[in-house]
């Protein structure tokens, strides 16, 4: 199960980036209805689309204008999207992608309708039916949400590992613009359930001397195509759980009623993406953080992987992935830094040569500009590669790796231009935990 996981967060990652758009379609259908939902117990407030059980679409949701994902996602079931306390007055809207024509809700502001109801009914809206038929009944209730992303009603806890080494905290650093998506694969191995803290960092960074954060990210995490959780403003909903586990890791704290983001979520073992996206607020630098609340789990449920498609540029602007190896023995880790292999995906854009640096502290331990390099060990990064059911690269490309066995520690894999000189463009970056 863990081999095949491995494989499928590069195959996550990019599928919902590398998606033919339809964006040129011809014009569009009648309007879809929305319906909606709200939870008097926590403010969570669910949007569902009638009428699409079974669907096999795309689609793709704006808030107050502002697309959630850079592109359509690929769908298959009923069109859900769960919020966190949305304040009053945000409109909602989704595009919807059948054979080639795009369909528009109208758009929903639930600032103008006063109906809620208990967790599990809906309220339908004043729109107007479109083409899509309701289910029988006038009554449309969203699928439920997973109640294992919920936030917990017990105190949140964790401890460190006891024996052995895991990844417990994963992280990336880049430059996001209006039109850009940071995507973070994350895969979690085992067969339990694992509590993990996911943070979405702009304004907090101008603490820690970064002048050009990012004003108002926002951050939707999601199982496969499905939105699970989403978050705009951390403290307006599940701040206590988020409060808690940022204690239980001993991260930085985040402002009180600031414009970061973040989620307290239970995660079974599977494959997730978690986006963040600029929330309409202009350019700026982020950090995308995945921390395990409780590593002494790890031989039931561990944090195996994370893969982080995003743009790097040069100065200030490159991609820092930041990992952290906990326990009381060595981790073997492969690090790869994924350019000119993203063709053959359908990314456009992609970093042409793109170089990564293994740090601990402010010394580099190992670097690698094109992963064939006899100096850079290429038999030992096939041999894992092939191991763990990773995606094979190019036997001739330019896109870098390394296997490294680390001491438990803090350690950054910055990524940068290769020989080439070239640097900016888009880049996907993972690592990967070696059994």
């Known amino acids: 199960m863990f081999v095949r996981a491995c494989a499928s967060s590069f195959f996550t990652v990019i599928g919902i980036v ?17 319906t909606h939902s709200t939870s008097e117990a926590d403010g969570e407030t669910v949007i569902t689309v009638p009428g699409s059980e079974g669907s096999d679409w795309q689609f793709q949701w704006f808030i107050d204008g502002v697309a959630q994902t850079s592109t359509p996602v690929s769908h298959t079931g009923q069109l859900v999207i769960y919020l966190d306390k949305v304040s009053p007055g945000r409109t909602f809207k989704v595009d919807v992608y059948k054979n080639a024509v795009a369909t528009s809700s109208e758009p929903l502001n639930l600032g103008n309708t006063t109906d809620t109801s208990s967790a599990g009914g809906s309220s339908g809206s004043d729109l107007g039916k479109g083409d899509e038929p309701s289910p029988s009944g006038s009554d449309s209730s969203p699928a439920p949400q997973d109640d294992t992303t919920s936030d917990p009603e017990e105190p949140v806890t964790g401890a460190p590992i006891s ?21 973070a694969g994350l895969i979690i191995a085992g067969t339990e ?16 001397g970064v002048s050009d954060a990012l004003e ?18 951390w403290g307006s909903s599940g701040s206590s759980a988020v409060s808690q586990a940022s204690q239980v890791v001993q991260c930085f704290p985040l402002a009180n009623g600031g414009r970061d983001a973040a989620l307290y979520v239970v995660l079974p073992p599977g494959a ?3 986006h963040l996206n600029s929330g309409g607020a202009g350019s700026g630098t982020a950090l995308m953080e995945f921390y395990d609340v409780n590593p002494s789990a790890a031989a039931t449920s561990r944090l195996s992987n994370i893969s982080t498609l995003g743009t790097v540029g040069s100065g200030d602007h490159v991609m820092i992935v930041g990992f952290i190896v906990e326990g009381d023995r060595p981790k073997t880790i492969l690090v790869r830094a994924l350019g000119p292999a993203l063709a053959s995906y359908g990314v456009t854009g992609f970093m042409a040569d793109p170089k990564i640096t293994v740090f601990s502290g402010d010394s580099a331990i190992a670097s690698n500009d094109n992963w064939t390099e006899p100096s850079t060990g290429e038999n030992a990064v096939a041999a894992v590669t092939a191991q763990i059911n990773a995606v ?28 080439t000189g ?13 059994p």
């Open 18 to 34: 590398a998606i033919s758009l339809f964006h040129a379609a011809s014009a569009s259908a009648a309007p879809l209805e929305l």
């Open 163 to 183: 024996s052995g080494s895991a990844l417990i905290n994963l992280s990336t650093r880049a430059y996001i613009t209006p039109g850009d998506t940071l995507i």
């Open 193 to 208: 359930p694992k509590p993990v803290l996911i943070r979405a960092i702009g304004p907090t960074l101008k603490n820690y």
């Open 216 to 233: 108002n990210p926002t951050l939707t995490l999601y199982k496969g195509s499905d939105i699970l959780k989403q978050n705009d403003d």
């Open 272 to 274: 997730y993406t978690a």
């Open 392 to 419: 094979p690269l190019p036997s001739a490309g330019l896109d870098s790796a390394l296997c490294l066995t680390l001491a438990p520690g803090a350690y950054t894999a910055v990524v940068t231009a290769g020989a």
């Open 422 to 434: 070239k640097s900016d463009g888009r880049a996907l970056v993972e690592v990967y935990e070696v």
